[in-house]
């Protein structure tokens, strides 16, 4: 077991204890790739690492030991094209098994890492291409992805190589035959070549839906900050498969698919698959492999309950997480009646680890997303500065960071030390997320700043508005958002996606109405309904209420 070297404590009494207690050490020289994947491999030669399904639904599997020795063959193979530490190189992989090699390698070489979604338009590359002076770019076998690639790359003047992955590309060195040319050793670097746990290991864009992407820079020390993700919120096992619904390109695959589960001993559980999430599809993967412990975005679970779950065995499954997206209590409830499991909701950011949690001294509430991290000294605020009462509406604010910088939270923008003055440079970090606190300590999310609904006078939150919606059985999914309005600047929108025999009509618009003003206080009840197939969404589940505003506003 490697949690010893890092926490002088692994077991709690409760919650109390854990808040207060837990400490994480952070060795001056610590390096993912060395002291975790290949201390595991020097520990337990066959230990699993990795479970890997194709779409087509081939399996392989890789011990620590495995990943140790190809990413030593990689690491001598990226010093081959000139990849040094602190250079910085974007990875675009899907869900390849290549991702955990890479990414292990590029760990132990210094080398910066920035993970990238298969949504990048070649204006997309370049911009990142010039704003980090990417060297290298790794790309996956996605026939859009490769053509954006390939457009992109002569404009980045900082790029000299761009590699294949998965199947080979014509004119780009191919991953699995390069690396079969170098030795499967690789001596940990020494002196300058070394890594600190301070120096920049990867760099995550936010997705830039209020301006610009932003390069959000985490430390060698971050993975350690994904001890209580793994453990004490998703609670994997060692030895046991943790399976977390995300694409490489997201921080979410950070959360729930290498650092704290594979420093937990956890066996990953990978389903690569490709398209459109196919919830039959992953009930049935669920079931064969027996899961023990698994993650997902609230919007998965909505559409899992829409199929006969009853039909699949899911009974290996001793914690069920979610993240992303708040959970609504009537999919906390369906799940609870379904699995005698109560869903322990997280919440975090791309600039940090879970920040709010259900913990296992927790007894989760329906629509509650936990409590803080020990990981971070958390208040709500309000707009003075001073902290909300219990009941009352605040801004989540990570405080005291001037006096010591959390595990796990972000160090800076990249390149920008003026933003990172701004942001990081005071008292406190601003999420920018709203909730308020329970008079137990249970804290229950609100929405984003952004999100927040003004509307004649009121401040309207859209999850409890999607929530209520949730409870009428027409309703799938909705998504709540501001839409303008010259008489009260904004009134509640919501976009509905409708069950299965349910069709649009004047009549069904004033039941959902209805249904609201009794479900929650009157005035929070939608004005204007729009139906839709399918609601705008990231890669990783999250809808973009952002891209409904914008085209309302455009169309005002």
Request: glycine content about 8%; hydrophobic content about 35%; overall charge negative.
């Amino acid at each position: 077991m490697l949690l010893d070297r890092y926490l002088p404590r692994i077991e709690f009494d409760s919650y109390e204890d854990f808040k207060q207690n837990y400490r994480v050490n952070v060795p001056e020289d610590f390096n993912f790739g060395y002291d975790i994947v290949d201390a595991w491999a020097e520990q337990e030669p066959e230990k699993k690492a990795l479970l890997w399904l194709s779409h087509e639904k081939e399996e392989k599997t890789f011990t620590f030991t495995d990943i140790s020795k190809l990413s030593n063959r990689a690491c001598n193979y990226f010093k081959s094209i000139g990849l040094k530490k602190g250079d910085v190189v974007l990875l675009i992989l899907r869900r390849r098994w290549e991702y955990w090699v890479i990414a292990t390698a590029l760990h132990k070489m210094g080398v910066i890492l920035i993970p990238g979604n298969l949504l990048f338009t070649k204006k997309d590359i370049v911009y990142r291409g010039d704003m980090a002076g990417i060297s290298a770019i790794f790309c996956c076998e996605d026939a859009y992805v490769r053509s954006q690639v390939s457009a992109a790359a002569p404009e980045i003047l900082s790029l000299r190589k761009v590699v294949a992955v998965g199947e080979p590309f014509e004119g780009w060195d191919f991953f699995t035959d390069e690396i079969e040319k170098y030795p499967d050793t690789f001596p940990r670097p020494t002196g300058e070549d070394a890594t600190r746990w301070d120096e920049t290991a990867i760099i995550y864009f936010t997705s830039g839906s209020t301006g610009m992407p932003k390069m959000v820079c985490h430390n060698h020390a971050h993975p350690l900050g994904h001890i209580v993700t793994a453990k004490y919120w998703h609670q994997v096992q060692e030895n046991k498969l943790h399976m977390s619904i995300s694409d490489s390109g997201w921080a979410k695959f950070g959360w729930g698919k290498i650092y704290g589960q594979w420093i937990c001993g956890a066996t990953i559980f990978c389903y690569d698959f490709i398209g459109r999430f196919e919830p039959k599809d992953i009930l049935e993967v669920i079931s064969k492999y027996r899961i023990t412990t698994f993650c997902a975005p609230p919007t998965m679970y909505r559409f899992m309950l829409q199929e006969d779950m009853t039909q699949y065995d899911l009974s290996s499954i001793q914690n069920f997480c979610n993240a992303g997206e708040p959970l609504n209590p009537e999919v906390f409830n369906r799940m609870y009646e379904l699995t005698g499991k109560k869903m322990r909701e997280g919440f975090g950011q791309t600039e940090g680890t879970v920040l709010l949690a259900n913990f296992p001294w927790i007894d989760p509430k329906p629509g509650s997303t936990g409590k803080p991290s020990p990981l971070y000294n958390i208040h709500l605020l309000r707009g003075d500065g001073t902290v909300a009462e219990d009941g009352e509406e605040g801004t989540i604010m990570i405080c005291g960071i001037d006096k010591e910088r959390p595990v796990g939270l972000f160090t800076s923008y990249y390149k920008n030390p003026e933003m990172t003055r701004d942001v990081l440079g005071g008292e406190n970090y601003d999420t920018g997320d709203v909730a308020w606190r329970d008079s137990n300590g249970y804290y229950w999310f609100v929405g984003r700043n952004d999100d927040v609904i003004k509307c004649s006078g009121y401040r309207i939150g859209p999850f409890e508005v999607e929530s209520a919606l949730l409870t009428h059985p027409a309703v799938v999914e909705s998504a709540i958002t501001g839409a303008p309005d010259p008489v009260r600047g904004q009134v509640v929108k919501a976009t509905i996606v409708l069950a299965e025999g349910y069709t649009p009509s004047p009549e069904l618009t004033k039941e959902l109405q209805n249904h609201v003003k009794k479900a929650t206080a009157p005035y929070k009840y939608p004005r204007v309904i729009e139906y839709v197939d399918e609601l705008p969404k990231t890669l990783g589940g999250k809808i973009k209420r952002a891209e409904i505003r914008k085209t309302d506003e455009t169309a005002k």
